[in-house]
């Protein structure tokens, strides 16, 4: 598979869903691992809301570098993002992320994630800029690792 769609296909897949699981080391170095509801845009940037007394805001606050993971069962792929994470909240062109974020938590229209609940002003939009992306298609790769693994490069 080319680089080119590699990407093509990661992007669409990270897209394609919309729930994953957030790591992080808060001040004491001690892992914690959430599921988050988040949007991504066409450079594989990955946003997300939390409140900014959440322990998961308070380990981003000290240790801003995170993993985020998105997978399926039913189709066995994979994305693994590692990155920075910076709380994006009082930039001007936020609204309309924030927006994005919240159509996605209100996608389901028996539930709601728990955050969309809350005072919009009162939570904090996390931008988790990707600085490694590896892609794991388990589902139409031949037999052997050579073709499942796909890093994906960085743009500048």
């Known amino acids: 598979m080319s680089d080119q769609a590699a990407r093509a296909d990661a992007l669409?897949?990270?897209?394609?869903?919309?729930?994953?699981v957030l790591a992080t080391a808060g001040h004491d170095n001690i892992p914690h691992?959430?599921?988050?509801?988040?949007?991504?845009d066409d450079e594989f940037n990955v946003y997300f809301l939390t409140l900014p007394s959440?322990?998961?805001?308070?380990?981003?606050s000290a240790h801003p570098q995170v993993a985020f993971t998105v997978m399926r069962e039913?189709?066995?792929q994979t994305i693994q993002i590692?990155?920075?994470a910076k709380d994006v909240s009082l930039d001007a062109d936020m609204q309309s992320t924030r927006s994005k974020i919240l159509d996605v938590y209100n996608a389901n229209p028996y539930f709601f994630a728990p955050v969309s609940k809350l005072n919009p002003e009162k939570t904090a939009v996390i931008w988790i800029r990707p600085t490694w992306i590896r892609f794991a298609d388990y589902a139409f790769a031949p037999s052997g690792t050579e073709h499942i693994f796909q890093e994906i490069p960085i743009k500048p």
């Open 33 to 40: 691992a959430s599921a988050i509801h988040y949007y991504a």
């Open 12 to 20: 669409a897949f990270l897209k394609r869903n919309k729930t994953g």
């Open 54 to 60: 959440s322990r998961k805001y308070a380990s981003l």
């Open 74 to 76: 039913d189709v066995p």
């Open 82 to 84: 590692e990155g920075m």
